[in-house]
């Protein structure tokens, strides 16, 4: 039996919620690497039935949680990828970083991790241009809506959506500040002008940073990132230390599987089993859609769904005394018109319009709650419900794709199936992928499934989950 170095991977990460790490894998995927995503860390068993991965993630919920569970979410995770001799462990945030003290902390995230990276260089990537993500001094930038030929780009602190974020508001736009709030005290920037000089007088910076007296050496250096030219530069940086002193600890969003994909130079790799070339064909039966995200972008993608037929999910039945009978009427509402072949798109109730907070906005009103119109229930329990209800709709009607909007609505809901593991199927849009659900139950293995961020995809994004994508 191969031991479980044999079955070792250069390239591990960890997502904080379900729908970044599905972007990962993507990006992986499409670089030529065969990769696999799983709910837990795999066991010897697992990865011996699928043969030598060059890359696997753990798709979690940390950004949910609080400190202790997870500490202890992270101390599992991070004693596997040790175990499976991991050059790179990376830890996969949302690309506004949004995270506080007590909710998804990152500097928790990045003091459990580094005991089980003995690498000095701890490496936070800043930016992901292709989601029109950036950072410049130090300082995150993110656009606003839907893809258009001339976005919105805001300074995170001063975004529409994050700034009001209902559970971690991002009101810091310097990550420096932002991570030392959470308990990383010194992280020291390395700004987008090094890269002009080349690579080596990059490795020198980078090496003159971590060469400092003790007292003073950075807990973790944060690149900037405008452009893809900088994720190549970084990506190099990794490649270097983690081969003189592995694993080494990376965070941030999915631009640091591309950074690490273009400085190994693995891509175009058209292995069919992985998918890394086959365009979304358009769905063969119902296409089953569930919303439970609450942004302004997920707004208009649920207006723009016209060949839906819509159900009304109201989060305070879904959560109060009589949950049980009002998902069992929901679940019914859904189930018969997935079964006469009818598409379906579910949604949490909005009770204040687009319109109406664009007006307040304007108007300087106060919009702190704007994004989380139903804020008196509480967004784990909303998810909660959530993923009960998808759990009931699967096991009244097969269906072979599906789609989940909103981070934590996917995680809970995704973890709750009777499954192991996603494989990369097809890109869909910026940020969103389409990828194939593994699992020991022949109802569920091989259904197609979308999951998707609140601020992520096009407008039309769930007409594109029916009619396919030929990229």
Known sequence: ????????????????????????????????????????????????????????????????????AQQQELARVGAAFAALGARVIHYKVCSTFDSAPHTGSIGVAIRTLREYCANELIAIVGGQPNLRRYCVFGQLFAAAGADDEQPSIYRIDRHPTMSRHP?????????????????????????????????????????????????????????????????????KVIAHCAARSAPLLAVG?????????????????????NGATTPLARARGPVFVLAGSLSPLTEVQIGAAHSYLRVELDPHKMTGDTAAAYLADRVAAIAGPLRDGRNVLAFTTRKVSHATRVAQATSGENTANADNENEATPPSQLAHACATLLQ????????????????????????????????????????????????????????????????????????????????
Not at 22 to 51: E, I, K, Q, V
Not at 52 to 66: F, H, N, P, Y
Not at 253 to 273: L, P, T
Request: charged share 25%; aromatic share 6%; net charge negative.
């Open 1 to 68: 039996m191969n031991s479980s170095r044999d079955l070792g991977t250069d390239y591990a990460f960890y997502g904080d919620d379900f729908t970044g790490a599905t972007d990962t894998l993507a990006h992986l995927a499409r670089a030529g690497l065969r990769a696999m995503l799983f709910f837990t860390p795999p066991d010897a068993a697992r990865l011996s039935m699928l043969g030598q991965l060059d890359a696997i993630g753990v798709a979690g919920a940390a950004r949910t949680m609080a400190p202790p």
């Open 167 to 235: 559970v971690t508001p991002m009101n810091e736009a310097d990550l420096r500040v932002h991570l030392q709030r959470q308990g990383i005290e010194r992280v020291r920037s390395i700004d987008w002008r090094c890269y002009a000089a080349g690579e080596a007088a990059l490795q020198a910076e980078v090496r003159r940073e971590l060469d400092t007296k003790p007292e003073v050496r950075p807990d973790a250096l944060l690149f900037d990132v405008l452009d893809d030219t900088h994720l190549h530069a970084i990506g």
């Open 253 to 273: 969003a999915s631009s640091v599987a591309q950074a690490y994909a273009s400085a190994c130079g693995v891509r175009g790799n058209s292995d069919v089993e």
């Open 392 to 471: 009931q709709v699967l096991g009244a009607v097969r269906l072979r794709r599906i789609g989940i909007a909103g981070g934590d609505t996917s995680s809970f809901a995704v973890r709750a199936l009777d499954a192991w593991g996603l494989s990369y199927l097809a890109p869909l849009s910026a940020g969103v992928t389409v990828c194939r659900l593994h699992s020991d139950r022949a109802e569920l293995d091989g259904m197609e499934i979308m999951l998707k961020g609140g601020q992520m995809g096009d407008a039309d994004l769930f007409e594109q989950l029916i009619d396919g994508y030929a990229g």
